[in-house]
């Protein structure tokens, strides 16, 4: 069976909807906007994965919408195409164990600073899914549901989300009784039994419930992997 054409007038006209906010920093004079975005704040274990993303002006690609609303293939597929017509991308992986120190709202900012600051190319205008980052002196905007709404911010989501997939499904190797390659780390029922049953791992977060009450239990030593 062929594969639907995603280039249609539609599509087009749906990515020229995404560019909005891209519109409007350009009319501001800004020229180099990189779209920052994460993926991990809410699973129990692994890392948060943060991702940068200057495009062209010009860019364009059918299919490109928020991660959570495309298949784990279409986003590989996009992930690849998006880094390869990028004037540049970066990631920041912050780990489990540090994360636990510094909790998940700062581990987060600071993995989008750092993608931001590991651009090869400096943006002069920054659109960010949801969080402030007053700490670069870039000027910026903070867009809720911004993966939705802006395609610089969905294709750091993309990149973000691929990225931190596929960092699961390595752990998994290392971890196979957890079954990380198939929830990622979030708190799915089966990896709530996974962890009754075994402890935690050296993955886990431990500042997160139910994480948290096990710890000095029936778990295994922290460190870091990243």
Same mark, same amino acid.
């Not at 510094?102 to 659109?127: C, K």
């Given at each position: 069976?062929?594969?639907?054409?995603?280039?249609?007038? *539609?599509? %087009? /006209?749906?990515?020229?909807?995404?560019? #909005?906010?891209?519109?409007?920093?350009?009319?501001?004079?800004?020229?180099?906007?990189?779209?920052?975005?994460?993926?991990?704040?809410?699973?129990?274990?692994?890392?948060?994965?943060?991702a940068a993303v200057i495009l062209p002006r010009n860019f364009y690609l059918a299919g490109v919408n928020d991660s959570k609303k495309l298949t784990a293939n279409m986003r590989l597929k996009l992930a690849g195409e998006i880094k390869q017509k990028a004037l540049a991308w970066a990631l920041c992986y912050i780990s489990p164990a540090y994360l636990d120190?510094?909790?998940?709202?700062? *581990?987060? %900012? /600071?993995?989008?600073?750092?993608?931001? #600051?590991?651009?090869?190319?400096?943006?002069?205008?920054?659109?960010?899914?949801?969080?402030?980052?007053?700490?670069?002196?870039?000027?910026?905007?903070?867009i809720i549901k911004g993966d939705s709404l802006s395609i610089s911010i969905a294709c750091a989501s993309i990149l973000a989300k691929t990225e931190r997939d596929q960092c699961m499904e390595y752990l998994d190797s290392i971890y196979p009784q957890y079954g990380f390659a198939r929830h990622k780390g979030y708190g799915t029922r089966e990896h709530l039994e996974m962890i009754n049953r075994f402890g935690i791992c050296p993955i886990h977060r431990t500042s997160f419930e139910p994480v948290k009450t096990l710890v000095g239990?029936?778990?295994?030593?922290?460190?870091?992997l990243f």
């Open positions: 069976m062929a594969k639907p054409d995603l280039d249609t007038q *539609a599509e %087009r /006209e749906r990515i020229e909807k995404l560019k #909005q906010f891209e519109y409007q920093a350009y009319n501001n004079g800004y020229n180099l906007l990189a779209g920052i975005d994460e993926a991990g704040r809410g699973p129990l274990a692994g890392p948060v994965v943060a120190r510094i909790n998940i709202y700062n *581990a987060t %900012r /600071e993995a989008m600073q750092t993608a931001v #600051q590991n651009l090869e190319i400096r943006p002069d205008f920054l659109l960010i899914d949801a969080m402030k980052l007053p700490g670069l002196s870039i000027d910026y905007q903070a239990g029936h778990s295994l030593n922290q460190q870091e």
